[in-house]
């Protein structure tokens, strides 16, 4: 491995970026022309010899970009670009930057730079040392391009495609075994890790059983993917995980779009949850935290089972085919309280909007756009909700949904890494 990196540091002349902060916390960029990121271009395949100056300038695009802020923030550069959403702010450090490419890459001649990628992300993931982006470029990333599943995510590394189209043509898929200390043998593609990253893929496991994302006991940060067309669920998240997953579309699972089991505390903030069987599966004793999601079009919203604990916060769960929050046996979510209001809009679900089937628990529901007569069993509906802006159908849909502008679209990504 230190063979390996030492490569790596000698064949790329322009790998790493120096994050300085200055009083104000704006990120100082001390070598702009080392700090590339993809354009896709529907009209050039970036082949052919460039000199140095006009390297890869269709693929290209130079970033001057502020980290101030957690949420997007508009980019100085092109006024038409999409915001760009950061995982978290870096810490001040060297960041490397490996740059994979399943179509044009190579894992025996490439050095992991812009202009001699690597061809898989398994072996990008093996030779990354800590605090180390990889950059993927838009194609399919699979067995049939060498990719060896389940993909192992490392500590202080992010995986990154194109966060403003959550991953729209950046496909990880397939699966391999993996055995959980807590939940036996399972078919996954993505193994998570502790301070780990990923962003800006779309992961599809169509195995048997098939899963995307396994976060078992660590807490990495998932922001802005696809979870598509798993066999089984998007995202299982098991033992005593606390992972920060935000913004991700999860749709068209066969079981669940997110699996919270164990003591798991993940963050689940501002997600779409739709076209599933049950948007969100909370069991055993897991407590997570679910904020401003948008669970709507599923079999069941949210199903709470055994005695798990979730506090739901500001999500719209409508339109559900059954219920839009189901709890059995000894569960019992948080749905608002006087002093902590639900501000949650439960309503036009087929069957009931909060179904209370436990064993003589009363869920509290303080707060919320909800009728008590859309509601069976314990449900203390007290308080009301009216949100500023009630949501539609076409509140809903995603950019990744939306058909990409005619000509070159140009796609800006701001990498950074976990904070440690």
């Known amino acids: 491995m230190l063979a390996e990196n030492k490569r790596l540091r000698e064949k790329t002349a322009c790998k790493r970026v120096k994050l300085n902060f200055n009083s104000v916390g704006e990120t100082l960029i001390e070598d702009k022309l080392c700090f590339f990121m993809l354009i896709y271009s529907k ?3 970036c082949k052919g010899n460039r000199s140095r100056s006009q390297g890869l300038s269709s693929c290209l695009l130079l970033v001057f970009a502020s980290a101030a802020f957690f949420w997007p923030q508009p980019s100085a550069s092109n006024a038409q670009t999409p915001s760009v959403q950061l995982l978290s702010q870096a810490s001040q450090s060297d960041i490397n930057i490996l740059y994979v490419s399943s179509s044009g890459g190579s894992d025996t001649t490439g050095n992991g730079s812009d202009r001699e990628p690597f061809k898989t992300l398994t072996y990008a993931l093996s030779v990354a040392p800590p605090n180390t982006a990889i950059l993927l470029a838009p194609g399919t990333y699979s067995t049939q391009t060498g990719e060896q599943f389940p993909l192992m995510l490392k ?8 966060p403003n189209t959550r991953g729209q043509n950046i496909l990880i898929k397939g699966g391999g075994e993996f055995l959980s200390p807590t939940s036996a043998g399972q078919n996954i593609t993505i193994l998570g890790a502790d301070g780990a990253g990923l962003s800006g893929v779309t992961v599809m496991n169509t195995n048997y059983r098939g899963y995307g994302l396994w976060i078992e006991s660590s807490s990495p940060t998932v922001a802005n993917n696809t979870f598509s067309g798993s066999t089984h669920d998007g995202i299982s998240v098991v033992g005593t995980s606390k992972p920060k997953i935000s913004k991700n579309l999860f749709s068209k699972n066969g079981a669940n779009g997110i699996t919270i089991f164990g003591r798991s505390q993940p963050e689940v903030r501002e997600n779409v949850f739709e076209n599933t069987g049950f948007g969100v599966n909370v069991a055993q004793h897991a407590s997570p935290l679910l904020i401003g999601n948008q669970i709507t079009r599923n079999k069941d919203g949210v199903v709470v089972q055994a005695e798990a604990r979730p506090i739901l916060r500001n999500n719209y769960i409508e ?7 189901v709890a059995i046996a000894q569960s019992l979510p948080d749905l608002g309280t006087s002093t902590a209001p639900g501000g949650n809009v ?19 529901a303080y ?3 909800l009728l008590s007569n859309r509601t069976v069993g314990a449900v ?6 009216n949100p500023s802006q009630p949501i539609s159908s076409s509140a809903l849909q995603l ?5 990409p502008r005619s000509g070159v679209q140009k796609v800006l990504f701001l990498l950074t890494l976990p904070g440690r």
């Open 319 to 325: 339109r559900n085919q059954r219920d839009g929050i």
């Open 380 to 385: 203390d509906v007290a308080g009301t909700f």
């Open 399 to 403: 950019v990744a949904d939306r058909p």
């Open 155 to 162: 500590p202080s590394v992010t995986v990154q495609g194109n």
């Open 346 to 364: 439960i309503r036009n679900n087929g069957r009931h909007d909060v179904n209370n089937a436990t064993k003589g628990l009363a869920i509290s």
């Open 43 to 45: 009209q050039s395949g």
């Open 367 to 369: 707060g919320n756009q």
